[in-house]
């Protein structure tokens, strides 16, 4: 299975940014499909995921201000952030796993940065 995100940049506090990820490959039994991130000196942290029957989960801290959305069909994740605030700033990295398999796939990080 391969990742491949776009989007990602610089925005200034209270602007938004689009994350894509589009999954190749064996994508067969992958259920799971989101966003993690990760700050300079702090751990990969979950942003949001969403099941392959749309039932998503996000971190208490862009809840209300992110929305995640799949395409089945195109084997697709978005990820909408609104509100950005610098603590968002980190690298954000696709993410996407097989519950029934017990395997997980991660796309290259792509940067995100909230600065004015």
């Known amino acids: 299975v391969q990742l491949q995100a776009s989007g990602g940049g610089s925005v200034q506090p209270g602007g938004s940014q689009g994350l894509s990820c589009a999954a190749s490959g064996f994508i067969g039994g992958i259920n799971v499909m989101g966003w993690y991130r990760q700050a300079p000196g702090k751990q990969r942290e979950l942003v949001a995921e969403?099941?392959?029957?749309?039932?998503?989960n996000y971190a208490d801290s862009v809840k209300g201000r992110f929305t995640i959305a799949r395409d089945n069909a195109k084997n697709t994740v978005n990820l909408q952030m609104n509100s950005l605030k610098p603590e968002d700033t980190a690298v954000y990295y696709c993410n996407a796993r097989s519950t029934s398999r017990g395997s997980q796939y991660w796309g290259k990080g792509t940067l995100v940065t909230v600065s004015s």
């Open positions: 969403v099941t392959y029957g749309s039932s998503t």
